[in-house]
């Protein structure tokens, strides 16, 4: 059996996911297609459709239209509804299901790639926005001591404390009060824009208020290494990109609709090809 797969966004040229996708069905020795799928928003509703009509196995959901896509879809896994955003849909017994690999995939690459150890740790979580949530309800199914979330906007992570403070030790301040938190901080996590292509010169937090030693996480991948992770590892921190959330949300959207287990190393290779 063929397996037909996409991705719809609006734009979608620029994503990655197709080539990492094709390699993973080649390496995992899978006949199937993946395709880049441009959908504008007001056509997402016929294009969920069209997975059942045309007979797609599944697809992924990115931006602008992963909180809209759960308006159409039969079922939404719990982690995915919490979110309130689906990236990852798949076709089943003539159903759709919607899940989230955003927050799972950065945690299985952030334990890989540092080791960090999340349960009982401190963490510092920079940004509120939609990356924010998938991430931050991740880090709370691993019971850290205290997770402080720092915003700009200081309303919007209060609203993420209010909404989530029953999962775990959460707590919410804006930037010019996050630097007692940081202080004491294991694991610091960037999810805001800051630093990423073109403002590559941006940094999200005064680089003196870096602790050493740490573990300090970009989800940022354009560039690779922001001005936040080259002050980090100046203060001898095992710093960790966002590439890897982007591979491993598609591992495990691969082993979602494959239920076999994704060709991590080859699924690198390919995006990595890509970068360079
Ligand atoms: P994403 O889906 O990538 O998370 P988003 O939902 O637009 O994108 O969220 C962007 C995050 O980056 C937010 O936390 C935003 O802060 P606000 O809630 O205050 O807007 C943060 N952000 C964006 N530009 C920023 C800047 N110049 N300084 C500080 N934070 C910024």
């Not at 390699?23 to 997975?51: C, F, M, S, T, W």
């Not at 030693?213 to 080259?230: A, Q, R």
């Not at 890897?244 to 287990?261: D, N, P, R, V």
């Amino acid at each position: 059996m063929n397996l037909l797969l996409g991705v719809m966004g609006d734009p979608v040229i620029q994503s990655k996911s197709p080539v990492m996708h094709q390699a993973a069905l080649h390496a995992a020795g899978l006949p199937g297609n993946y395709v880049p799928l441009h959908v504008k928003a007001d056509q997402l509703e016929r294009a969920i459709q069209g997975i059942r009509a045309l007979g797609f196995h599944g697809v992924n959901v990115t931006v602008p239209h992963k909180i809209r896509v759960m308006d159409y879809l039969d079922e939404i896994d719990p982690a995915a509804a919490a979110i309130g955003a689906v990236n990852t849909v798949v076709h089943e017994d003539g159903r759709l299901i919607g899940y989230n690999t955003d927050g799972i995939g950065y945690l299985r690459s952030l334990k890989e790639e540092t080791g960090a150890k999340l349960n009982g740790a401190n963490i510092v979580v920079l940004g509120a926005g939609g990356a924010s949530r998938a991430i931050i309800y991740a880090l709370l199914q691993e019971k850290p001591k205290c997770l402080t979330i720092a915003n700009r906007t200081e309303a919007t992570a209060q609203g993420l404390v209010s909404e989530w403070g029953h999962l775990g030790s959460l707590s919410a301040c804006a930037y010019n009060n996050v630097r007692s938190a940081l202080e004491t901080a294991d694991i610091i996590i960037n999810t805001t824009t800051v630093g990423m292509y073109p403002h590559i010169e941006d940094i999200p937090i005064q680089p003196d208020w870096l602790p050493s030693g740490i573990i300090v996480s970009d989800l940022i991948y354009n560039p690779l290494e922001t001005v936040l992770l080259t002050e980090a590892k100046r203060k001898n921190c095992r710093i960790h990109n966002g590439l890897g959330m982007f591979i491993y949300q598609g591992a495990y959207a691969f082993e979602l609709w494959t239920k076999a287990s994704a060709p991590v190393a080859e699924m690198r290779a390919a995006v990595a090809g890509e970068l360079n």
